[in-house]
């Protein structure tokens, strides 16, 4: 029960950035399959998760995300054969730099989603919500907003 | 003849090297006070704020405001020059983007002031002195500018015209830019970045470059023995030339060092420091989590790397507080 009260107080907003080939159509088997997950989620189509660009990530949080998820087709699945592996290279620097400029690196999530894995993909993004929960609100928009 | 432009130029946060690119005109300075009065330029001449204040608004034909905006008086004297102005240049990468003023915005004031006047290794301070903006003695009130928690770009302030980037701008492209002025040339449209070009450093740069850029970890400079042919991403040392607008005429790499990113990001490019982490990390040969996370480690400082003089101009303008 007082969970409930606590969600009413936060409902955590999440970017996801999935890939067209694997992950989206693994988030849709999710979806045809009726199996229920947080809607804290906002879903980015792209074509892959190697099309994420760092700004892309940084304009979800300005814009008032308090999580991002990215995710792409496992190692050796990529429809452009490397896509991924350019995500995870990118991924694992971009942590470096919000690390650097105070955002906590728990905000920011980069997993595997096959287009048959609609069970797991659900329980990633409830999973997720639940730790951006924890979190609380990020401060990233109104730390932009203030100036003195 | 034509009557003569006024000519202002002034510095806020600044380390002066922005007017010492003005004065690198040399004997062009002729050509320039031919065609204009300098009428406000405190690295030189002696006019006072009172001054400025006096005159007219619109009065001064082109300001060239080089610096960022941290206190107060860079405050006061941006919306000053402002009214006064008809065409107001961010002059410099600290007016365009915050520049090297603008990595104080990893601390807060706080911070800063207890770093420079506390605990500084050349600080004695045993009466925990600090700066007041108000202070009174027997005389009067004493009064010097506010510092602020966050340095800001000149168009976070004001409403800017042109932009010409650099640290400093090229003393050839300001003449350029002053002459086209002058002659009554087409000026671009408003908000446009003068005095350099579209294209990359990359393009311009005469360096060998080959299609295979990856690498297993990255070095400093001075951990490679450059050849002085070799693209620098080629030898592992990271160089901001692909994310950053051309123009210098790659001066940098011409003197054997790598691209420092000071003339800012080409067009349509919204956040300079995030598109140099995308093309350095896509460097890194090798799939496996652990061996990218080792390359990673090698990339000593992201921030002032990718962001040495962009914080307050990129999307998170400041670390959070």
Redesign the interface.
């Given at each position: 029960m007082e969970n409930k009260v606590n969600e009413k107080i936060f409902k955590p907003k999440i970017v996801g950035f999935l890939c067209n080939w694997c992950s989206y159509t693994g988030a849709d088997l999710a979806g045809t399959s009726r199996m229920k997950y947080d809607e804290s989620i906002r879903v980015v189509r792209v074509m892959c998760s190697g099309r994420v660009?760092?700004?892309f990530v940084?304009?979800a949080?300005?814009e008032g995300a308090d999580g991002v998820l990215i995710c792409g087709c496992h190692?050796r699945d990529c429809h452009y054969h490397?896509g991924n592996?350019?995500c995870?290279?990118?991924y694992?620097?971009?942590k470096?730099?919000i690390i650097?400029?105070?955002?906590e690196p728990d905000r920011l999530r980069l997993e595997w989603i096959s287009a048959s894995e609609g069970a797991e993909f659900a329980k990633l993004v409830n999973e997720f919500t639940q730790k951006i929960a924890e979190l609380g609100p990020s401060?990233?928009k109104q730390?932009?907003e203030t100036?003195? | 003849m034509k009557p003569k432009l006024n000519l202002a130029v002034y510095w806020g946060a600044a380390c002066g090297g922005c007017c010492v690119s003005v004065l690198d005109v040399h004997e062009k300075l002729f050509t320039i006070v031919e065609h204009a009065n300098l009428v406000f330029w405190p690295i030189a001449l002696d006019t006072k704020y009172k001054d400025v204040e006096q005159m007219p608004d619109g009065f001064i034909d082109l300001t060239l405001y080089n610096g960022a905006v941290r206190n107060s008086e860079n405050e006061h004297l941006a919306k000053l020059l402002r009214k006064k102005s008809k065409i107001l240049v961010a002059y410099g990468s600290c007016a365009h983007m915050g520049g090297i003023p603008g990595l104080a915005n990893?601390f807060n004031k706080e911070e800063i002031f207890k770093r420079v006047y506390f605990e500084s290794e050349s600080t004695i301070n045993p009466d925990q002195v600090l700066p007041q903006p108000h202070y009174k003695v027997s005389e009067g009130e004493l009064e010097i500018p506010e510092f602020?928690?966050?340095v800001?770009t000149l168009a976070?302030v004001v409403d800017v015209d042109y932009y010409l980037p650099g640290c400093p701008p090229q003393t050839e492209r300001l003449v350029e830019v002053f002459l086209a002025i002058v002659n009554g040339e087409q000026l671009p449209p408003k908000g446009s970045v003068i005095g350099a070009k579209d294209k990359t450093q990359c393009d311009e740069c005469k360096r060998k470059k080959s299609d295979n850029k990856l690498v297993k970890e990255f070095k400093r400079p001075w951990q490679i023995k450059d050849d002085g042919e070799t693209c620098f991403l080629e030898q592992g040392v990271i160089c901001c030339g692909p994310a950053t607008r051309s123009g210098c005429g790659v001066r940098c790499v011409e003197g054997n060092a790598p691209c420092r990113g000071c003339y800012g990001p080409p067009p349509e490019v919204?956040?300079p420091?995030?598109?140099m982490?995308?093309a350095?990390?896509?460097m890194?040969d090798?799939?496996d989590?652990n061996e990218?996370?080792k390359a990673?480690d090698t990339?000593v400082?992201?921030?002032g790397t990718?962001y040495r003089y962009s914080i307050p101009f990129?999307?998170?303008?400041?670390?959070?507080?």
């Open positions: 660009d760092p700004t940084l304009k949080f300005k190692p490397e592996y350019k995870l290279r990118r694992h620097l971009l470096k730099y650097q400029m105070g955002i401060k990233v730390n932009i100036f003195s | 990893l602020y928690n966050d800001r976070q919204a956040d420091g995030a598109k982490l995308s350095i990390a896509t890194i090798s799939n989590p990218i996370q990673i990339v400082d992201p921030v990718f990129s999307i998170l303008r400041r670390k959070l507080l």
